[in-house]
């Protein structure tokens, strides 16, 4: 999609005509602000599908689909966004590789594809086992404290049954 200067007109590139979604239509969506839409883009997690000449953002349903996504990273993982764009970034190099393929390009280019894809996958399975690990430490930390608890909690019932005693 290109802008065509100076005006409000869109014009579709290579025939797509992809519905639009304007920024705040997105927002409310997703439960997220403009604000945050506008800083995603800013430090390189989101990229709208377009901008009006009002400089106006829109988005298509697959960057809608992404912001959802970096939501589902921030909340089921934890992830900063720092970590979530590595995530994004070892997404995104293995659809360049299912493009690619798609395509049918040069047996060299995809295996260059892929073993970027593979070098990437593996950086990121490499932090979701860090993060498990230390949401691992940390669940064994809380079953420690209330071990404790239920020990002590059993300690105080029975002193007060001691003391109730005539």
Excluded: K
């Amino acid at each position: 999609m290109t802008v065509v200067p100076g005006s409000e007109t869109l014009e579709p590139i290579d025939g797509r005509d992809e519905p639009r979604l304007r920024i705040g239509e997105v927002a409310r969506e997703t439960s997220l602000t403009a604000r945050t839409l506008r800083y995603w883009e800013e430090i390189g997690l989101l990229r709208p599908f377009a901008h009006r000449g009002s400089g106006e953002r829109l988005y298509s349903v697959a960057e809608r689909e992404r912001v959802t996504h970096i939501r589902e990273l921030q909340d089921l993982l934890g992830l900063t966004l720092a970590e979530i764009q590595d995530v994004l970034a070892s997404e995104d190099t293995l659809e360049r590789a299912r493009r690619a393929a798609r395509a049918d390009a040069p047996t060299p280019r995809r295996l260059r594809l892929l073993a970027d894809a593979l070098e990437a996958n593996g950086r990121l399975v490499d932090r979701i086992n860090e993060r498990l690990a230390r949401i691992n430490e940390f669940r064994d930390e809380c079953v420690e404290r209330g071990d404790r608890m239920r020990a002590r909690q059993l300690e105080l019932q029975a002193d007060q049954r001691r003391a109730a005693r005539p």
